[in-house]
């Protein structure tokens, strides 16, 4: 069965450094990679994915992520974090086979921003 | 004109009570799911509904019934309610690969 880690449950980092968030996932079935975030006491929302082709992903608010077939990994970075980036970002992934596109969840990154 | 939205935001109950939290989409999707969120933020799909018909029911106690009136609505009832039940509870609705979350309602059992 599939599976996320998502190695570090928090990453604190000073504003204006870069970050990056790790993802690995188990299976080497071909898949499609999300990642989402949420702010404090709100709901999920998109924040890229990787469905098919060029394996640089660009999301909003200045993420990218890299799919990396051969290490099952799926990494979030940005170059320059900033106070508001301040949130809970959580790896996704769903078998390309699953035609109810269920997404299997990491446990969750808590990025905490130091001033 | 909010996409995903539920009602209440908040719930206090006693254990034992029966509640209900409400999840509406005016996106015109025909997924709908609901997901539990622990406090170390683990999340978990609980069901999933398609066009008002149940296509996911992980492992969930009998005492959580979801009920689905029309492909908008997607209501959670609960019965005899124990303090392991407080959480925030989800409401996601979702087009092709991409889910939809609605601001959550958190729950808590005393």
């Known amino acids: 069965a599939q599976s996320v880690t998502q190695l570090d449950s928090q990453v604190p980092v000073f504003e204006e450094a870069p970050v990056e968030l790790r993802c690995n996932y188990s299976?080497?079935?071909?898949?499609?990679l999300f990642w989402y975030v949420q702010y404090p006491n709100q709901g999920l929302q998109l924040l890229l994915k990787y469905l098919s082709g060029s394996t640089l992903v660009k999301g909003i608010n200045g993420f990218e992520a890299e799919f990396n077939k051969s290490q099952t990994s799926f990494h979030l970075r940005k170059p320059s974090v900033h106070i508001s980036d301040t949130a809970e970002y959580f790896c996704?992934?769903?078998?390309?086979?699953?035609?109810?596109?269920?997404?299997?969840w990491g446990a969750g990154t808590k990025l905490i921003i130091k001033p | 004109d909010t996409a995903v939205s539920q009602t209440p935001k908040y719930l206090v109950t006693q254990m034992g009570n029966d509640k209900s939290i409400k999840c509406e989409q005016n996106l015109g999707h025909d997924t709908m799911y609901w997901y539990k969120q622990d406090s170390k933020k683990f999340l978990k799909i609980m069901f999933s509904y398609n066009n008002k018909e149940l296509i996911i029911n992980e492992t969930v106690p009998n005492r959580f019934s979801p009920k689905s009136p029309d492909k908008a609505h997607l209501n959670l009832h609960i019965n005899s309610l124990e303090l392991g039940d407080s959480a925030v509870y989800f409401c996601?609705?979702?087009?092709?690969?991409?889910?939809?979350f609605g601001p959550g309602t958190r729950l808590t059992v005393t």
């Open positions: 299976s080497s079935v071909s898949v499609y």
């Open positions: 996704a992934v769903s078998d390309l086979r699953d035609s109810n596109y269920q997404l299997i």
């Open positions: 996601a609705s979702r087009r092709l690969d991409e889910q939809y």
